[in-house]
């Protein structure tokens, strides 16, 4: 390991509905007693002072201002958030944010906002609009320069039926049409694929145009509600890029690639340096075979587990591109509160697991 190479440890961190009391989440029931809100802070607060992320990007926020209190008072000097939630009856919240928290200053932070031109391009109505705003914050990193990190929590996989006709879901004799529920859901839960992959698609389009006008590192963190493999999403890591035109420019320092992905790539080259990167994952150790398979889930829905909060970074992260300026030397799931968990420890934690990426110069 290369002793004076600066590092930087990135979190993604779902904190399940962050809100101070005697606010309410959604429903006027939702209000957490003094013991649960100590509680759950206190385990944030864990969280930080065990794995001490020099970056955090939050999701589910409403009470931003106790956030930042909080991350301050952890040697967090630097907070932002880009939106608000939305607050109904005086104390009911919907509509979280999401935050960024770090230790290296912001040099600008800013909202990402849909080109309702290109929405429209894509068959969406002019206002359409992410459900939550992403954030983009840039911030000076030693020996890495000036880097753009985003912070996203695209749409949940809810059936979203807003614009769906009202339904007839009883006859005149009360009989349930469980035919029209099964219908109505199925296309709520396309609705909600369209809104999650056009958010993906758009941001995408904003970071690539970032990325042309300034040529500065990219990192995507949050929870993307989807699998990454999936076609919803493949948009964010597709490699499959056709011109017509030669001139383009360095069309590999676009990609963006999932950080643990990379991790692996890096044991890979470390334990079998003479294979290539497309052979490697066959050819490695056993261990690191297992190792991919058995990649920790970031949530789980009944007894089904899925990964669906990443750290994507852009190819100045990739020791495979000849402009590489770091590489990633560890990715962490955290997610004993959820596999193991503790009722004292862990009853006010998250229903995801954080995820933990650190990366090294390679200067």
Partial sequence: MQGDAFTLKLASFNLFNYIEPPLAYYDFENIYSQEQWHKK????????????PDVVGFQEIFSADALALQMTEAGYDHFAVVDTPTIVDDYICRDPVVGLA??????EVVSIEVDSRLAVGLGLSEGFAYSRKPLRATVKLPEIGLCDIYVVHFKSKRPHQDE??????ANAQGVVNFGELLGRNSLGQWASSIQRGSEAALLFHSMMQRRIETGQPMILMGD???????????ILTNRELRFEKEGLGDLNSFPLTDGYM????GLEALFTPKVTRADSLDMAPPFIRDARAARSPTHYYGATGSVLDYILLSADFDPSYHKSLAEVCDYHTEDRHLVNPSFERDSQSSDHAPVICTIRSRS
Avoid: C, G, M
């Avoid at 802070?41 to 001490?52: E, G, I, N």
């Avoid at 770090?102 to 040099?107: D, I, L, W």
């Avoid at 990379?262 to 790539?265: C, K, V």
């Fill in 102 to 107: 770090s230790k290296y200053a912001f040099q």
């Fill in 41 to 52: 802070q206190r385990w944030l607060a864990d969280f930080l002072t065990q794995h001490q």
């Fill in 262 to 265: 990379l991790f692996e790539q």
């Fill in 164 to 169: 769906l006709p009202s339904p007839k879901i």
């Fill in 224 to 234: 993307f509600n989807e699998e990454l493999t999936s076609s919803v999403l493949s």
